[in-house]
């Protein structure tokens, strides 16, 4: 599975932005899709994951009520909808696929290339 994310780029505090993800592959709707996410100086951190339907959501305390994770299993991707953004939301954002809703990284199997949201103040 080869992933490629893209929708970053630069919003103002308390804004939105939507980030997505598009597989390549026969395979998309067997893995579960997650997020991650990488500040400067900082370690990768879980920040959300949706299973194979999209039925089933977890997310990162740190977004819950603001980000919303989903996907379209006929296109390929997942989504990841960023609301009430804040500076500390600012990172490189990962897609990442995985046999199982988890929220450690050594749990993925393939990751996306990554993309940059800045979040100004």
């Known amino acids: 599975v080869q992933l490629q994310a893209c929708g970053g780029g630069l919003v103002q505090v308390g804004g939105s932005m939507r980030v997505s993800c598009t597989a390549s592959g026969q395979t998309f709707s067997t893995y579960v899709m997650g997020w991650f996410r990488q500040a400067p100086g900082k370690e990768r951190e879980f920040v959300a994951a949706v299973g194979w339907r999209g039925f089933s959501t977890t997310y990162a305390d740190s977004v819950k009520g603001r980000f919303t994770i989903s996907r379209d299993n006929a296109k390929n991707t997942v989504y990841l909808q960023m609301n009430s953004l804040k500076p500390e939301d600012t990172a490189v954002y990962y897609c990442?696929?995985?046999?199982?809703?988890?929220?450690?990284?050594?749990?993925?199997?393939?990751w996306g290339q990554g993309t940059l949201v800045t979040v100004s103040s």
């Open positions: 990442a696929a995985s046999k199982t809703i988890a929220r450690i990284t050594y749990e993925y199997d393939y």
